[in-house]
């Protein structure tokens, strides 16, 4: 960034200094910084790979609707891209555009019918609807594709315990955070349920590994407060009742 930021200052309007400038920020983990960068190299290179990296990295700072436009016009620049429409499929889904995001996977579908991803997205849409079933449905066919895919056992387990299906769930997670280690809110959503359960040691240690892999996911560090709470009052609590017994 420092050699980028004496380029600037020699040539301040070089749009080939504003990707890379906004590409460093992407590495760094900082798209909010990123995404003034990316977009002024978009405007000036319509057709060019800073249109997708743009959409990204609007995403990524959490200004999923204004991504949409972005996606839209690297779409038109590579219209035959599927990844590129299952992440623009994937940003109309959290910018909560439901019904065009629903077309777009069943149209997807009808002509790539194995395709994992698709059908991932679209249980992660139903879920959004809280259509557990018909969530259900559509991961338990992504996983007849590939059964290893992490997304789709943790999408599953996720619909399992929303309609109650605890033991089945717990197993889904358990095979999703094998798969994929890395996994922030698997192990966040994981902890979630084990906490409901009482089982407060495994939740604990759930969190914290969450926290290891994402250290500023405010959910997490509350529930790992209250965990650790939890468990010095039912500590106590143990101690308290042993003495009594003796």
Known sequence: LEVLGKWEQIEPNNTDMFYLRGSAHLMR???????????????????????????????????????????????????????LLLEYLAALRAAGQLEEALAGYKELLTTQPKNVAAWVGLGGLRQSEFRHEEALEA???ALEIDPHNAAALANRAQSLHAMGHIREALESYEAAIELNTTNAEVRYHYGTLLHSLARYDEARNAFRRARELKPNH???????????????EWRGIEELLSLIHI
């Open 29 to 83: 983990g900082e798209p909010g910084l990123a995404v003034p960068w990316l977009v002024r190299a978009a405007k000036a290179h319509p057709g060019g790979t800073a249109t997708p990296v743009a959409a990204r990295a609007l995403v990524a700072a959490g200004r999923t609707h204004d991504s949409l436009p972005w996606f839209k016009r690297a779409r038109k620049e590579k219209p035959g891209d599927i990844d």
């Open 139 to 141: 991961l338990d066919l």
């Open 218 to 232: 405010a959910a997490v560090n509350s529930l790992l407060h209250h965990t650790q709470a939890t468990l010095c």
